[in-house]
């Protein structure tokens, strides 16, 4: 599981990025005063009610995926290998139809959801890079011109008429609404 990533605003001026330790540092290192921070999930777009002033341990009692993935829970399954064992529920037809198929009924079912995956996979990426970008934006550029237009282009995948929409945005809120809306995942 990759390392999540923050960004955080004040005013129209990004100020700090990184994990969360690490933006918790860059923010206390500067004087915001009691002005808002706002604080935005590189991930997802999503702001989070994270106080600039806090520690991490508070934050992460809030947020705790923002925290390493150093425990591993136990659980039935194979998991050295990251395998874990969860119940899935068919019709007779469908376990007729696996017992049938080479390997098994598991082999069987991680080969159909890894075609699938690779299938719908460019849609699905570009589909979560639209929803961040929105919900990036709808927090913070609401106000801002073109706001409307711009998000008809972002749903569009209409990059050129997106990146004309923010043309006249702050240079910190168009830039990282143009990294959630079009930066592919491998550019990361």
């Known amino acids: 599981m990759s390392t999540i990533t923050l960004t955080a ?24 005063g009691n002005e808002p921070v706002f604080i935005f999930n590189d991930q997802n777009g999503k702001r989070l009610d994270i106080h600039p002033h806090g520690d991490e341990a508070s934050a992460l009692a809030v947020y705790p995926e923002l925290g390493s993935q150093t425990t591993v829970a136990k659980s039935r399954g194979r998991p050295k290998l990251g395998v874990s064992a969860k119940e899935v529920t068919l019709l007779p037809r469908h376990w007729e139809w696996l017992a049938t198929q080479p390997g098994g009924a598991s082999a069987t079912l991680r080969r159909l959801i890894d075609q699938a995956r690779k299938t719908s996979e460019p849609a699905e990426n570009k589909r979560r890079r639209h929803e961040r970008a929105y919900q990036f934006m709808h927090e913070i550029a609401g106000d801002l011109p073109e706001y409307e237009a711009c998000l008809r282009a972002l749903f569009a995948d209409d990059e050129p008429g997106f990146t004309a929409c923010i043309a006249s945005w702050p240079q910190d809120i168009r830039q990282y609404a143009w990294q959630l809306a079009f930066k592919k995942e491998d550019e990361k």
């Open 9 to 32: 605003f004040l005013q129209q001026r990004q100020i700090a990025h990184g994990t969360l330790n690490a933006l918790l540092q860059q923010i206390q290192a500067m004087d915001v």
